[in-house]
Nanobody, 122 residues
Framework: QVQLVESGGGWVQAGGSLRLSCAASGGTFSAYFMGWFRQAPGKEREFVARITSSARITYYADSVKGRFTISRDNANNTVDLQMNSLKPEDTAVYYC???????????????WGQGTQVTVSS
């Protein structure tokens, strides 16, 4: 299995920005489509953004389109999420994974990490 690790979360006021980063421990994900997901308290985990392995095509949930930008650096085996114009409704734990999540790699799968908390105050 490959453990995904998210970082970069924090507390910001509405309108602020954060940049999240995703890395993998024990493997690489350069050959996979990658995505960002989030889960707010009391809600289901939802899709936020995805990016192709080549980084040529991206897709966003309507709720974040125009404000968030997903990118990747395959040489460094990282996927980032630049979040601008943050809103209180963006408050959630943010996770990265393959897209679709949990794809097989070697003898295991890409496992969900602990996520990184993003809190946006009004």
């Amino acid at each position: 299995q490959v453990q995904l690790v998210e970082s970069g979360g924090g507390w910001v006021q509405a309108g602020g920005s954060l940049r999240l980063s995703c890395a993998a421990s024990g493997g690489t994900f350069s050959a996979y489509f990658m995505g960002w997901f989030r889960q707010a308290p009391g809600k289901e985990r939802e899709f936020v953004a995805r990016i192709t392995s080549s980084a040529r095509i991206t897709y966003y949930a309507d709720s974040v389109k125009g404000r968030f930008t997903i990118s990747r650096d395959n040489a460094n085996n990282t996927v980032d999420l630049q979040m601008n114009s943050l809103k209180p409704e963006d408050t959630a734990v943010y996770y990265c994974n393959t897209y679709p999540p949990g794809q097989r790699v070697g003898a295991g799968t890409f496992r969900w990490g602990q996520g990184t908390q993003v809190t946006v105050s009004s």
